[in-house]
């Protein structure tokens, strides 16, 4: 039995045994793109993981060649003091399931590993803020410690400290006081361990709560597992010409065509989706590092050319050097799968079949998005970005918890600084959701788009606590009733008109074409139709 497998393009494996994050690594190193090297754990050392309780026989060594090799190729040894290798361990389940289990940055960055890196590079700063995301990333997912609270942690201490090294390392040693206080021991200083570790929690992240919760709502399959891809690091900490983003190759929420993101310039893994960091639009690659941005529109043209749908990617760029982390087709909201499949249809990428069969009865029903009317003369609490169109009006409910209690009692809508994915069951609970922080390809974002709610994000004006809601100097108790657009980004008090959908000439054509499939022309819902047009045309 081989339960490891190389990132190459010669790799032949399906998506459902390397996961479709890693399937996704060898299509974009088929197609020349930039990806960092590494090696995939396949699906059936978790599934036999989970059954047995412990890892298979085999994986072990077969773990050891695989970093043999990928310190070959990147000529950096794992936890060596002198030219350190650092890895990202993450999840990937055949079915996209974002957010929903568990990722470890920086790993391998011991104490002298990092010392070793700050000699390198000329800069303990960087060095020591790789070591420390580490440790906080290490904690929450191999310790289960909330990431709030290191948050908070790190916080206080970087706040408290006399200058920015002094500040990280204060840091440092408060996480690692955190994790012994909680295990009764350090965290392991040995980078073999350490991945053992890691690997171990991704592969249980596939029976928690959230990921779990999100299965069932989306009909997975609990049986699959998920796959563990271990990658050499790309740094987008490293300095003022290196980041990380989120790039579309279509509007997820419009489906208009052009590339689409957000950016964090000196950010890294998860500061974009994860809501909690500033984000630039996407746009502004194009003239802080025109290098990157070229290289990012070729890779959008590429990667949609060859699934012939729109497409996303999430990058990281190290001193002015693009690397492509994922790809992932489809994703997009309602109206905008009927506008990207028309159009593709038009350009002659699709014929109509495919059209037809790229739109769900369940993106149908939701292509027809209302919009609130006039929202500025309502009383207004705040405007942020729509993320995911429509229009939901509800209770507000400051925590998941408290959005999955109310909503047995009426319409919710989950309003938080950002989410995460412990607050899924809130969020499937909820009508809609506002989030003060993040931008339209956060956590919150994704999520919404993908349950088919609507959503308002980066609501800046919003002070949100456990049970009231901070706005323009009024508090807004939970329970008080608002609405939302997730079109315009309007967030206000009461219940306000809401006008039903305009005819979208798009959608109009393809039911027509729905009609044609199936042979029947009469007046049953859309998505009745399309589901005709589906049965006919299986």
Same mark, same amino acid.
């Given at each position: 039995?081989?339960?490891?497998?190389?990132?190459?393009?010669?790799?032949?494996?399906?998506?459902?045994?390397?996961?479709?994050?890693?399937?996704?690594?060898?299509?974009?190193?088929?197609?020349?793109?930039?990806?960092?090297?590494?090696?995939?754990?396949?699906?059936?050392?978790?599934?036999?993981?989970?059954?047995?309780?412990?890892?298979?026989?085999?994986?072990?060594?077969?773990?050891?060649?695989?970093?043999?090799?990928?310190?070959?190729?990147?000529?950096?040894?794992?936890?060596?003091?002198?030219?350190?290798?650092?890895?990202?361990?993450?999840?990937?389940?055949?079915?996209?399931?974002?957010?929903?289990?568990?990722?470890?940055?920086?790993?391998?960055?011991?104490?002298?590993?990092?010392?070793?890196?700050?000699?390198?590079?000329?800069?303990?700063?960087?060095?020591?803020?790789?070591?420390?995301?580490?440790?906080?990333?290490?904690?929450?997912?191999?310790?289960?410690?909330?990431?709030?609270?290191?948050?908070?942690?790190?916080?206080?201490?970087?706040?408290?400290?006399?200058?920015?090294?002094?500040?990280?390392?204060?840091?440092?040693?408060?996480?690692?006081?955190?994790?012994?206080?909680?295990?009764?021991?350090?965290?392991?200083?040995?980078?073999?361990?350490?991945?053992?570790?890691?690997?171990?929690?991704?592969?249980?992240?596939?029976?928690?709560?959230?990921?779990?919760?999100?299965?069932?709502?989306?009909?997975?399959?609990?049986?699959?597992?998920?796959?563990?891809?271990?990658?050499?690091?790309?740094?987008?900490?490293?300095?003022?010409?290196?980041?990380?983003?989120?790039?579309?190759?279509?509007?997820?929420?419009?489906?208009?065509?052009?590339?689409?993101?957000?950016?964090?310039?000196?950010?890294?893994?998860?500061?974009?989706?994860?809501?909690?960091?500033?984000?630039?639009?996407?746009?502004?690659?194009? =003239?802080?590092?025109?290098?990157?941005?070229?290289?990012?529109?070729?890779?959008?043209?590429?990667?949609?050319?060859?699934?012939?749908?729109?497409?996303?990617?999430?990058?990281?760029?190290?001193?002015?050097?693009?690397?492509?982390?994922?790809?992932?087709?489809?994703?997009?909201?309602?109206?905008?799968?009927?506008?990207?499949?028309?159009?593709?249809?038009?350009?002659?990428?699709?014929?109509?079949?495919?059209?037809?069969?790229?739109?769900?009865?369940?993106?149908?029903?939701?292509?027809?998005?209302?919009?609130?009317?006039?929202?500025?003369?309502?009383?207004?609490?705040?405007?942020?970005?729509?993320?995911?169109?429509?229009?939901?009006?509800?209770?507000?409910?400051?925590?998941?918890?408290?959005?999955?209690?109310?909503?047995?009692?009426?319409?919710?809508?989950?309003?938080?600084?950002?989410?995460?994915?412990?607050?899924?069951?809130?969020?499937?609970?909820?009508?809609?959701?506002?989030?003060?922080?993040?931008?339209?390809?956060?956590?919150?974002?994704?999520?919404?788009?993908?349950?088919?709610?609507?959503?308002?994000?980066?609501?800046?004006?919003?002070?949100?606590?456990?049970?009231?809601?901070?706005?323009?100097?009024?508090?807004?108790?939970?329970?008080?009733?608002?609405?939302?657009?997730?079109?315009?980004?309007?967030?206000?008090?009461?219940?306000?008109?809401?006008?039903?959908?305009?005819?979208?000439?798009?959608?109009?054509?393809?039911?027509?074409?729905?009609? =044609?499939?199936?042979?029947?022309?009469?007046?049953?819902?859309?998505?009745?139709?399309?589901?005709?047009?589906?049965?006919?045309?299986?």
């Amino acid at each position: 039995m081989t339960w490891i497998y190389p990132l190459s393009a010669e790799t032949e494996q399906p998506a459902s045994v390397l996961g479709g994050k890693a399937h996704g690594l060898v299509v974009l190193r088929r197609l020349g793109l930039p990806v960092p090297p590494g090696f995939v754990i396949g699906t059936a050392a978790c599934r036999a993981f989970l059954r047995d309780g412990r890892p298979p026989d085999g994986l072990a060594a077969e773990l050891a060649a695989a970093v043999a090799d990928l310190e070959a190729a990147t000529r950096r040894r794992l936890g060596d003091p002198d030219r350190p290798l650092a890895v990202s361990v993450r999840s990937g389940a055949c079915v996209s399931m974002p957010g929903m289990m568990n990722t470890v940055l920086n790993l391998g960055l011991t104490a002298e590993a990092t010392a070793g890196l700050a000699a390198e590079t000329g800069d303990p700063s960087f060095a020591l803020d790789a070591r420390l995301r580490f440790l906080s990333g290490f904690a929450a997912v191999a310790i289960g410690l909330a990431p709030e609270s290191l948050e908070a942690l790190v916080r206080r201490e970087i706040e408290h400290a006399d200058g920015e090294v002094a500040g990280l390392l204060a840091a440092i040693r408060g996480v690692e006081n955190l994790i012994r206080a909680r295990t009764g021991e350090p965290v392991p200083d040995d980078a073999t361990r350490q991945l053992d570790l890691a690997v171990t929690a991704v592969f249980s992240s596939w029976h928690t709560p959230r990921a779990t919760t999100y299965r069932r709502l989306h009909g997975i399959p609990h049986e699959l597992g998920t796959a563990v891809t271990v990658q050499a690091m790309v740094f987008g900490n490293r300095d003022d010409r290196s980041g990380t983003g989120v790039a579309f190759s279509r509007d997820p929420n419009t489906g208009a065509r052009g590339p689409f993101g957000e950016v964090v310039f000196g950010g890294q893994g998860g500061d974009v989706v994860s809501g909690r960091s500033p984000t630039r639009p996407l746009s502004e690659l194009a =003239e802080r590092e025109p290098a990157v941005w070229a290289g990012l529109l070729d890779a959008l043209g590429r990667v949609e050319g060859h699934y012939r749908d729109a497409c996303h990617v999430e990058f990281t760029f190290e001193a002015g050097e693009l690397w492509l982390l994922q790809v992932r087709s489809g994703g997009l909201a309602g109206r905008a799968a009927v506008r990207v499949a028309v159009d593709l249809a038009d350009e002659g990428v699709l014929d109509r079949r495919e059209a037809l069969l790229r739109v769900s009865p369940a993106q149908l029903r939701h292509a027809r998005t209302p919009r609130l009317v006039n929202p500025d003369a309502a009383d207004l609490l705040a405007r942020g970005v729509g993320a995911s169109p429509g229009v939901a009006v509800g209770r507000v409910a400051t925590t998941a918890d408290a959005a999955v209690r109310m909503a047995a009692e009426g319409p919710v809508i989950l309003v938080r600084p950002h989410t995460s994915p412990l607050d899924l069951h809130g969020l499937a609970a909820a009508e809609g959701v506002v989030t003060a922080l993040g931008g339209p390809t956060s956590h919150a974002a994704v999520v919404a788009r993908a349950l088919g709610k609507p959503a308002v994000v980066g609501a800046s004006g919003l002070t949100v606590a456990t049970g009231s809601v901070l706005a323009g100097g009024r508090v807004i108790r939970e329970g008080t009733l608002i609405a939302i657009d997730g079109t315009s980004g309007h967030v206000v008090l009461g219940n306000p008109r809401i006008a039903s959908a305009g005819t979208d000439p798009r959608l109009r054509r393809l039911l027509d074409w729905a009609d =044609e499939a199936s042979g029947d022309g009469s007046d049953r819902a859309d998505a009745e139709r399309l589901d005709a047009a589906h049965a006919a045309l299986r």
